[in-house]
């Protein structure tokens, strides 16, 4: 059901109209997806973008960029040295 709220809400939703609960919950998403957020902020975000398909896309987006930045990570080459001196750097903290 949640799919079709969210369909009707793009196909026929004024786009100048935003949701009131956008920022809350795009801080939540953030939370969430950083797995620092409670159950009961999880299950807040989960209802919430069910039904409101801007904030569904704020979660949409935030995921996917967080999935490019973690899978071009994983190609990235570090030098050894850069790694060491970051060691260092923490060590003295």
């Not at 953030?30 to 801007?54: F, G, W």
């Not at 990570?73 to 030098?79: D, E, G, L, Q, V």
Request: proline share 3%.
């Amino acid at each position: 059901m949640g799919k079709f709220i969210r369909w009707l809400g793009r196909t026929f939703g004024s786009k100048k109209k935003r949701c009131p609960e956008e920022q809350r919950c795009l801080e939540l998403v953030r939370l969430m997806l950083d797995e620092e957020s409670t159950p009961e902020d999880n299950a807040y975000v989960l209802n919430h973008i069910d039904k409101c398909y801007q904030c569904y896309d704020n979660y949409d987006i935030e995921k996917a960029i967080r999935e490019a930045v973690k899978k071009k990570n994983r190609k990235a080459k570090i030098p050894h040295e850069v790694v060491n001196e970051i060691r260092n750097k923490i060590n003295l903290a």
